[in-house]
């Protein structure tokens, strides 16, 4: 229960933050820099395959991108529950995924201060970012299941194409595609639990006021 609290109390401080514009801007341009350097990164990748797979081929910088349209809307006054849903679970399921590949290659490799270091810390930010805003601004069962519909084309597509970057070599690909896999139900779920969190503190929050009164 004291994680559960910790968790109650650092999302309450996040929610805080991401009510104020500056906030909400400086998260934009984070998240718009993200996503032109993600699709860089996955130039020569996108020109090797038809255009209408480019969006289930540059994966975090999708994710990045949706975080974009997601705090975009937010500033405008608005939301946009799908675009929400697609942001919160694909900045967990790519940060996570992410780190994990990279400290496995760091596992036989060792660690080294080059781009790997970059991709683990900025992806770290992507994971932090999902949680974080999953449970301060969550959208509802129907969004997740969209995002969840999308996220397992996504990993359809990316194993039927072989022709992408992976940080590991040939022989962990069955360990690559099963984390993926399963990753994707895991942060769904996650984001359920963290919209159950958000209630129980809006219960908690309502109570205490008509204590008060």
Same mark, same amino acid.
């Given at each position: 229960?004291?994680?559960?609290?910790?968790?109650?109390?650092?999302?309450?401080?996040?929610g805080s933050l991401v009510t104020q514009r500056w906030t909400l801007r400086g998260l934009l341009a984070v998240n718009v820099l993200g996503a032109a350097y993600g699709f860089g990164w996955y130039g020569d990748q996108l020109a090797g395959v038809p255009v209408w797979l480019w969006p289930l081929t540059a994966d975090s910088p999708m994710s990045f991108l949706f975080a974009s349209l997601t705090v975009a809307s937010w500033i405008s006054g608005r939301r946009w529950p799908v675009m929400e849903g697609l942001s919160y679970l694909g900045l967990l399921?790519?940060?996570?995924?992410?780190?994990?590949?990279?400290?496995?290659?760091?596992?036989?490799?060792?660690?080294?201060?080059?781009?790997?270091?970059?991709?683990?810390?900025?992806?770290?930010?992507? #994971?932090a970012q999902g949680l974080l805003l999953g449970l301060t601004r969550g959208p509802g069962p129907s969004a997740l299941a969209i995002a969840l519909l999308w996220y397992l084309g996504n990993d359809y597509v990316d194993y039927l194409h072989p022709g992408r970057l992976t940080l590991l070599p040939v022989p962990d690909l069955d360990l690559v595609r099963?984390?993926?896999?399963?990753?994707?139900?895991?942060? #769904?779920?996650?984001?359920?639990?963290?919209?159950?969190?958000r209630g129980r503190a809006g219960?908690?929050?309502?109570?205490s006021a008509r204590n008060a009164g």
């Open positions: 229960m004291s994680f559960v609290n910790t968790m109650l109390r650092v999302s309450g401080r996040f399921k790519y940060g996570f995924w992410t780190m994990l590949i990279v400290a496995r290659h760091w596992s036989r490799e060792g660690i080294a201060l080059d781009i790997d270091l970059f991709l683990f810390i900025s992806h770290a930010f992507m #994971a099963s984390v993926s896999l399963a990753s994707t139900p895991i942060f #769904a779920v996650m984001l359920i639990w963290a919209g159950g969190l219960r908690s929050a309502s109570s």
